[in-house]
């Protein structure tokens, strides 16, 4: 629960401070790490915590982003909880600190002393399952860690509270007699204070904001001791605790309507910065990319239930006055990651449901309360994280998708006024309430749908900006080359439509519905009205590239959007052959990197490249047409299509490479990379069942192990 005006005896388990804020890292016996991309870590680390606490063993949580702040390698006792995104790649959270462990020129007993234990998170429909976690384990214990308790391993596609619930209610045990250990050479030997204190407390600060010191008129209704009784007796245990606060404060006390924030550029641009107080902003630091947006087509007919488009971006230098500048230095196969605001429409419905003034000036901060006199007006109001409540909803809170788990439903519930809302929550919040969970889960994916649900639930303004947490970015695939294509780079994207399971309403993709309405060079509705629209992205590396020999054969298999790398893995292929001989000596772009391009190796024609497209028709959702057929027919590649709709019967990617088997098999044979992009959840994993039949899974594995075998696939 968040709020100073909770009643006697619900406080918070995160303490409630209006002064200095201790280190809780300085006594904490157990340093919980995580690494988050899309929060579900997070939220285990912090329940892990919790927990913790029910056993009186003083706990610290920390994200493996301040993995040095914290020193880390110097804990002795630690519980990692890390997801793997991508192509089993560290979460964005986790990137930097994955980098200085894996370094081999590390020590190894830069570990020594400590003793620790890994859950990891992943999908089984991904090739490189738990991936992160099960490198981290790994490289602990080769410098000098000692795992006191055996590694988890979480499933997303079966459900991750499967593994999670069981290996959290086996964990107390080991790490207790851990920290109770005082024999010489045992493990808990050189450990200083491990026992806990009888009257231990933990705070949930992880340096970023953890402190509420304003919030509005909602009030919370606690359980009372039967409530909790009844409902624990019929579906089992429940979180105790809620989750983490948030600092939030007042600050339009005497403000004027003339001194509420503008701003030139959308309050994105400063979260994203990192100049917002309260925002890690861009994940790993990258700077911020201005783009415009040139051209916009339509790829599918109007007549068509499926809208897939391509977008054409220019870098902008805003120092110049030119409108475009010099190539970005990305490669194909990497990506762009931009935030998109929240529908206005469910903005509204939010602020209509927490009777809050759209024009209330917010602040989140980790320094001492504030008051309206404390604003500094000679300041930038974004310099102070000063913000106009419906720009943070809009920009800043993931109001647009929550991940219903229980220690959320068990929040919502503190909420509601009317008795029924209050029970299904709670059964929702309670160990043996996962049908219902499911099923909440799969309806309510958004605030507004919780709203909807649960008509008399009001929480305060605080509670939603620490349920919904920041905004999260989406990733776009390059579909271009920085050869062919010099000053910006094009995507590909399709606008989901569906019907939400409670109201019935029509609702499309935040992050392609929002790109889709940028007018190209015009102006938009969340750009400055005397500028055009210019949008903010970030570049994403990838390990997702061509081989460093162009020579090498490859075989690419990218139905639908999946398709959008291998045109700029075409684009770049072709541009490379067609460098003037060395008498024109130019500079250039060489993958990615700025080389005199009479210095790299010509490509020798190679008619091993095979790229495996599928979609609907060739007349309704074949993108890239025009472009991938030339590539064919100058002998680039060989292409094989899978038109699913055509026939009778459906036809995919996968009927194809099971019909080229010999061929396959002889391009991988002759050292020749696999690459597969698109749908993670049903494409990617029959692909592998296939690849697995035609090369064998011993020869598959050893393809994934050595990166031959490359993945970029999403749920």
């Not at 605001?341 to 989140?364: H, Y």
Request: aromatic fraction near 8%; proline fraction near 5%; charge should be negative.
């Amino acid at each position: 629960g968040i709020g100073a005006n909770k009643q006697p005896g619900t406080e918070s388990t995160v303490q409630v401070l209006l002064g200095e804020m201790a280190d809780p890292s300085t006594d904490a016996s157990v340093h919980v790490f995580y690494g988050s991309q899309t929060g579900n870590a997070q939220a285990v680390a912090e329940s892990i915590v919790e927990r913790a606490q029910q056993h009186k063993i003083k706990t610290a949580i920390h994200s493996l982003k301040d993995y040095e702040q914290v020193g880390l390698v110097h804990r002795k006792v630690c519980i990692y909880v890390c997801s793997t995104t991508g192509d089993g790649e560290a979460p964005d959270n986790a990137n930097k600190f994955f980098r200085f462990i894996k370094r081999r020129t590390q020590p190894k007993d830069l570990c020594q002393g400590m003793q620790y234990t890994v859950l990891a998170l992943g999908d089984s429909n991904y090739s490189k399952f738990c991936n992160a976690g099960k490198t981290l384990d790994r490289r602990l214990g080769e410098l000098g860690a000692i795992r006191f308790y055996a590694r988890g391993e979480a499933d997303d596609g079966v459900g991750l509270e499967e593994v999670i619930e069981p290996w959290c209610d086996g964990l107390w045990a080991p790490l207790q007699q851990l920290l109770s250990s005082s024999v010489p050479g045992a493990p808990g030997d050189n450990m200083q204070s491990l026992t806990a204190d009888a009257n231990a407390t933990h705070d949930l600060t992880d340096g970023q904001t953890t402190v509420m010191r304003w919030v509005d008129d909602a009030k919370q209704i606690p359980l009372n001791d039967d409530e909790v009784e009844c409902i624990e007796a019929k579906f089992g245990s429940m979180p105790k605790g809620q989750v983490k606060a948030v600092a939030l404060e007042r600050c339009d006390g005497g403000v004027s309507d003339s001194q509420k924030p503008t701003y030139t550029r959308p309050l994105s641009t400063f979260i994203l910065d990192g100049k917002f107080p309260g925002f890690q902003g861009v994940p790993g630091g990258v700077p911020l990319v201005p783009c415009k947006v040139n051209e916009i087509s339509r790829v599918s007919p109007e007549s068509s239930d499926r809208n897939l488009f391509t977008m054409k971006f220019a870098f902008v230098d805003e120092s110049s006055s030119s409108s475009t500048c010099e190539a970005y230095d990305y490669q194909p196969g990497d990506a762009f990651g931009v935030y998109p605001p929240n529908n206005s429409i469910d903005v509204q419905k939010v602020l209509d449901r927490l009777g809050a003034d759209s024009d209330t000036l917010i602040r989140l901060s980790t320094t001492a309360a504030c008051s309206g006199s404390d604003v500094d007006r000679s300041t930038s109001y974004a310099d102070q994280g000063i913000a106009k409540l419906e720009d943070m909803l809009r920009w800043a809170v993931n109001i647009g998708r929550v991940i219903f788990n229980r220690k959320i439903a068990r929040e919502l519930s503190n909420w509601c006024s009317a008795a029924e809302d209050r029970a299904l929550l709670l059964q929702a919040a309670a160990l043996k309430g996962k049908d219902c969970l499911k099923s909440l889960a799969s309806t309510c994916t958004c605030l507004a749908d919780i709203f909807h649900r649960f008509p008399s639930l009001k929480p305060s303004i605080a509670a939603v900006f620490a349920i919904c947490g920041e905004q999260k970015p989406r990733y776009y695939s390059v579909a271009s080359s920085p050869l062919s294509m010099p000053g910006g780079f094009s995507i590909a994207y399709s606008v989901p439509q569906f019907k939400s399971q409670l109201t019935g309403e029509t609702k499309r993709g935040l992050a392609c519905d929002w790109l889709h309405q940028l007018p190209a060079g015009g102006v938009s509705e969340d750009c400055s009205q005397s500028q055009s629209c210019t949008i903010d992205v970030f570049h994403k590396p990838s390990s997702f590239h061509l081989p460093p020999d162009l020579n090498t054969s490859i075989i690419m298999i990218g139905p639908g959007t999946g398709v959008a790398p291998f045109v700029g893995f075409l684009d770049h292929m072709k541009a490379i052959a067609e460098v003037e001989p060395p008498s024109a000596h130019r500079n250039g772009v060489f993958r990615g990197l700025a080389v005199d391009i009479t210095d790299c190796p010509m490509p020798k024609p190679v008619r091993h490249h095979r790229l495996y497209f599928g979609c609907r028709r060739p007349d309704e959702d074949f993108l890239f047409q025009t472009s991938i057929e030339n590539h064919a027919a100058e002998g680039l590649i060989q292409l094989r299509t899978a038109f699913s709709r055509m026939q009778d019967h459906k036809v995919y990617v996968q009927s194809l490479l099971a019909d080229d088997a010999e061929e396959v098999r002889q391009v991988v044979e002759q050292g020749g990379r696999v690459y597969v992009c698109g749908d993670g959840a049903v494409m990617a994993k029959q692909v592998r069942d296939c690849l697995s039949v035609i090369l064998g899974e011993g020869k598959l594995k050893a393809l994934q192990q050595s990166g031959l075998y490359c993945e970029d696939v999403w749920a």
